[in-house]
């Protein structure tokens, strides 16, 4: 499974960004969906997961109310909405998949992307 990500930018604290994960070489559905973050001298960060029918969502405390993942299944693309940004929200986020279609928090996931920048001034 190749997974390319895209969308990310520089923006302005409050502005909003939607990332996109293009997914191929699969089938999309066997797969619940994930964003994970790293800032600059940090690790990388879990901050949303999708099922692979996206009819549960799991988002990490520091961006509920915030962002949104969403899936399109016709489309093989999973989404990140992230509104009311902050300069703490600064980050190369990543796309990944894990198989199964159910997400197992305990797993790790299978497939990376090779991540997009996101960075938020003040």
């Known amino acids: 499974v190749q997974l390319v990500e895209s969308g990310g930018g520089l923006v302005q604290a409050g502005d909003s960004l939607r990332l996109s994960c293009a997914a191929s070489?699969?089938?999309?559905?066997?797969?619940?969906m994930g964003w994970f973050r790293q800032a600059p001298g940090k690790e990388r960060d879990f901050v949303a997961a999708?099922?692979?029918?996206?009819?549960?969502?799991y988002y990490k405390d520091f961006v509920k109310g915030r962002f949104t993942i969403s899936r399109d299944n016709a489309n093989n693309t999973v989404y990140l909405q992230m509104n009311s940004l902050k300069p703490e929200d600064t980050a190369v986020y990543y796309c990944?998949?894990?198989?199964?279609?159910?997400?197992?928090?305990?797993?790790?996931?299978?497939?990376w992307g090779q991540g997009t920048q996101v960075t938020v001034s003040s």
């Open positions: 070489g699969g089938t999309f559905t066997n797969y619940a």
């Open positions: 990944a998949a894990q198989r199964g279609g159910t997400y197992y928090p305990w797993r790790e996931f299978d497939y």
């Open positions: 999708i099922n692979r029918s996206g009819g549960n969502t």
